[in-house]
């Protein structure tokens, strides 16, 4: 089976706070594909990330980062020095290749809420 | 600019009344989906369309139509709208297969059956 679990429903901060979001799946593909995915307010999915399972690199993208592990099948978000436009749901994906791969579908997790207070 | 064009973005209606909501993508992707988001449950796949005439079930494809004439447009029609059927719904399109690339999402539509 495929799945994205998304442990935290909410998380508050104040302004300059560091927040990671955690991300944990499970697929049977050995080949599959990561996503983030940013909804603020105004409802629109927003693409941020997407990594393959043969890149375990970390990536560094301003104050946005991303750390994946194949060991514990994690792909964690991290917000450095959070700021109160950042306050959206955030959503981590995955699609796999042979057991998704027809469908071309993205199996979502069920999202955080973040809330930067200011 | 590439996107996707989902109209309308509200709409609310009655119970067993058809209606249509459209989704237009300008970027040439072969592969478009409907996701449905529901609070905890996230995003989940209605249907999805490999071509033009080519349409399969996802995951909660029930009482949900589709169809792919143009390789451009995916309408979703809800041919009798139950009160369970409010909710955020959002059409995707994405270019290849495998899964690989990134999907762009339409602004979505929020739709209330009362």
């Known amino acids: 089976a495929q799945k994205v679990t998304q442990a935290q429903t909410e998380i508050s901060v104040v302004e300059k706070e560091d927040v990671t979001l955690d991300c944990v799946y499970e697929t049977r593909d050995t080949t599959y594909y990561l996503f983030w995915y940013k909804q603020p307010p105004s409802g629109e999915l927003v693409f941020l990330i997407r990594?393959?399972?043969?890149?375990?690199q970390n990536e560094i993208s301003g104050r946005y980062s991303w750390n994946f592990q194949k060991s514990t099948s994690s792909f964690n978000f991290t917000i450095t020095a959070s700021q109160v436009v950042d306050s959206a749901v955030y959503f981590c994906a995955l699609s796999g290749t042979f057991y998704g791969g027809a469908t071309n579908k993205l199996i979502f997790g069920t999202g955080t809420l973040l809330a930067v207070q200011p | 600019e590439a996107q996707v064009t989902q109209n309308p973005r509200y709409l609310i209606t009655v119970t067993g009344k058809k209606l249509t909501v459209t989704c237009s993508q300008n970027?040439?992707?072969?592969?478009m989906s409907w996701y449905r988001q529901d609070p905890g449950l996230g995003l989940r796949q209605i249907y999805y369309?490999?071509?033009?005439?080519?349409?399969d079930k996802g995951d909660v494809p029930e009482g949900y139509k589709v169809s792919r004439k143009e390789k451009r447009n995916f309408p979703l029609i809800l041919e009798s709208p139950s009160p369970n059927q409010t909710s955020l719904y959002f059409c995707?399109?994405?270019?290849?297969?495998?899964?690989?690339?990134?999907?762009?999402f339409g602004q979505g539509t929020r739709l209330t059956v009362v």
């Open positions: 369309s490999m071509n033009v005439e080519v349409t």
């Open positions: 990594r393959n399972s043969f890149d375990e």
């Open positions: 970027m040439n992707h072969e592969y």
């Open positions: 995707a399109s994405r270019s290849g297969s495998g899964g690989s690339t990134e999907a762009f």
